[in-house]
């Protein structure tokens, strides 16, 4: 599993947020962590998500774009697939779930990523109502 959690649910995460006096806090008590600032001619803006290549105005407040960086030597005899996704694919499908999906797929990456498109959006919709 290469993923790496990049929420202010992670400790070092959350200090870097709030030593660039960002607050992290819930909108209510069942919602995610997140980043919240007031920013000048912006007003309060949250982000569920630590590291963000976009949400520019946050990143005083310590949502950086800097990845997080997993370095893994790849064989083509063992690692027949790489699946990369964003939080929308990562919060509503265990990678466990996405490495057998791809294998019932497999050769076929193009539906891999339908079935995990699928899947998480299923989910996503169930969750938020």
Do not use: M
Not at 49 to 61: M, Q, T, W
Not at 86 to 115: E, F, H, M
């Amino acid at each position: 599993d290469l993923s790496t959690v990049q929420t202010p649910n992670v400790a070092e995460e959350r200090a870097r947020i709030e030593a660039s006096n960002g607050k992290v806090a819930r909108e209510s008590h069942d919602a995610p962590l997140r980043v919240w600032a007031d920013v000048p001619g912006e007003g309060k803006l949250g982000v569920a998500v630590s590291r963000s290549i976009g949400d520019h105005p946050l990143k005083e407040f310590g949502v950086v774009a800097t990845p997080a960086i997993v370095s893994r030597h790849l064989s083509v005899e063992v690692d027949h697939c790489l699946i990369l996704g964003s939080d929308g694919l990562w919060d509503y499908v265990t990678s466990a779930k996405a490495v057998s999906i791809a294998q019932d797929a497999y050769p076929d990456a193009a539906a891999a990523a339908r079935r995990l498109i699928r899947l998480a959006s299923v989910r996503w919709k169930r969750a938020e109502g």
